[in-house]
């Protein structure tokens, strides 16, 4: 064989290899790449496939089989640990497009922010023991300050009456010392919140199961995150703390259930305005003080997606759409977008409020306002069931972008139709594995997606439940978990967050720029001197 053969054969395989690649985002613009980063892209390359020897062929205690992308609530500590998802957390992302506002927030905050309110109290279906704690939910109620309990029994007395209501600091510090006393308290409040390894991996382990786990967590926090002192600060820290992970501007779903919040005054009449006036006010308080600081790049803003839940009626969803654009006239620089969430497996699919969204259109149109769609659609093993089927009808209804679509690779012809409409993916990686819809990172069909040329933005989803708080610890497990995915790529989907958001051509702009300046000096840290930055950002 000669030496010209073995040359034209490799240099086919590598044409062959770029052409296959040639639609993925960080093969797009090569001509646009600059030195520092390629070279930080690389130098990440090199470090992901150290780490995939030194930390995950390692002896770990509690993990059997430890590998890059595994299971997310078993490994989360092991990733903290390690050099790349440091690097991570300085990475500006961008534009975090698919989160429920409602649980967004550590729930040990969330906590300590409910016992700072003398109107919130707590009840149980039965008086709480050892063998009863855990499948007992905690139920939380903010009352007006006449009705507030005096003197109560402990939740674990065995007097207590099921689901009268105390005091929750009472109620946290007369939790006996058998339970674990006032931290076994936040433990059981925590657990209530949040998922867990052994109900994620073992207990759990179906869609069904899991979503009863995951809506659960919600009927014990929507009644503080529905109290006004504390959803303001809610709010607030949901922002703060997205900054602090590079996070510069957001679009959160607003689940617009309950037409009315509860006030300072334990009255349930604080209607959906008010909701967005004190959402406009948070978001404007934390641009001035950036400002101040110098910092005003660091935060371009904040816009709802309006959502209501899959199980109303049709009839019901009219009330709500109507809702929706009074709203965005009044607020057009808030309202985002419109948006169906829930369980698609269980509850009712698109086309069962076809009449409405498409009158929803037309009433949109009459009003002279834009409300795009951003369906969920497709969050589902099926394959052609009524939540895979959601796909063809959020496309069909003009989505400007689908919430998971974990189910899209299936559709050959959907997955052409996406990229060629340009339809982004709002991909939620560490949710879809804890929601079982696939075991670890490696078997995620992101790389299908990517490998297509559809455009993403990697997305948290319900970090508070999930414990993925900001997006670094999505950002490492899809890294991880492929040999093509780089650097490179990450800042693509950081970029196009920006792109595909529903901002206006002014602030794009304006996201656009400050991400580029943040982008290039990331870059370049990482190019020039890696160890010694993760030294200085011990």
Not at 2 to 9: D, G, L, R, T, W
Not at 313 to 319: G, I, M, Y
């Amino acid at each position: 064989m000669s030496q010209n053969n073995i040359a034209e054969y490799h240099a086919k395989r590598a044409a062959f290899i770029q052409e296959d690649r040639s639609r993925r985002a960080d093969h797009a613009r090569p001509g646009n790449r600059f030195e520092a980063e390629a070279k930080a892209d690389a130098i990440i390359s090199s470090l992901r496939a150290e780490e995939a020897i030194s930390v995950w062929e390692a002896e770990h205690e509690r993990i059997q089989h430890p590998f890059p992308g595994m299971e997310f609530l078993t490994a989360r500590d092991v990733i903290t640990g390690t050099k790349i998802f440091k690097i991570l957390t300085k990475m500006p992302k961008g534009a975090l497009l698919h989160s429920h506002l409602d649980g967004t927030v550590n729930q040990r905050i969330l906590l300590k922010l409910a016992l700072e309110q003398p109107a919130i109290h707590i009840s149980a279906a039965r008086p709480l023991t050892a063998a009863n704690i855990a499948s007992t939910q905690p139920i939380f109620k903010a009352l007006p300050a006449a009705q507030f309990t005096q003197g109560q029994v402990s939740l674990a007395d065995p007097a207590y009456v099921g689901e009268s209501l105390v005091d929750a600091r009472t109620a946290r510090e007369t939790f006996p010392p058998e339970l674990g006393g006032p931290a076994g308290f936040d433990d059981w409040i925590v657990g209530a919140l949040t998922i867990n390894p052994k109900e994620a991996y073992n207990t759990h382990n179906t869609v069904p199961k899991i979503w009863q786990k995951f809506t659960s967590t919600f009927l014990t926090s929507s009644p503080l995150t529905h109290f006004v002192p504390i959803w303001k600060q809610y709010v607030r820290e949901y922002i703060l703390s997205s900054i602090a992970d590079g996070i510069s501007y957001i679009e959160t779903r607003i689940n617009f259930l309950s037409k009315q919040m509860t006030n300072e005054h334990g009255e349930e009449v604080v209607e959906h305005r008010e909701w967005l006036l004190n959402f406009e006010q948070i978001v404007n308080e934390v641009k001035a003080e950036l400002k101040k600081e110098g910092r005003e790049d660091d935060f371009i803003g904040a816009k709802i997606i309006y959502t209501t839940i899959r199980f109303i009626t049709p009839a019901e969803l009219e009330w709500y759409t109507a809702d929706c654009i009074a709203l965005k006239r009044e607020f057009p620089h808030l309202i985002a977008g419109f948006d169906l969430v829930g369980d698609e497996n269980l509850l009712k699919p698109l086309i069962d409020y076809i009449v409405p969204l498409l009158q929803f259109q037309a009433d949109c149109k009459e009003a002279e306002v834009e409300i795009p769609f951003l369906f969920h659609a497709g969050e589902t093993l099926g394959d052609g069931s009524k939540a895979d089927v959601n796909l063809y009808d959020a496309i069909l209804l003009g989505t400007k972008r689908i919430g998971h679509g974990f189910s899209l690779v299936k559709h050959p012809m959907l997955m052409q139709v996406c990229r060629e409409r340009d339809i982004m993916l709002e991909v939620c990686p560490i949710s879809n594995e804890i929601l079982r819809l696939t075991s670890s990172m490696p078997m995620h069909p992101l790389p299908i997606v990517l490998n297509n040329g559809i455009p993403v933005a990697l997305c948290s989803d319900d970090p508070a439940v999930f414990g993925n708080m900001g997006l670094s610890f999505d950002f490492y497990q899809v890294l991880v978990a492929s040999e093509v995915t780089g650097l490179i790529q990450l800042g693509e989907m950081a970029r196009d967050s920006i792109k595909y958001s529903c901002m206006d051509a002014d602030e794009k702009a304006r996201a656009s720029a400050a991400w580029e300046k943040k982008w290039v000096a990331f870059v370049e840290a990482v190019a020039s001197n890696v160890d010694g930055l993760l030294e200085t950002w011990k």
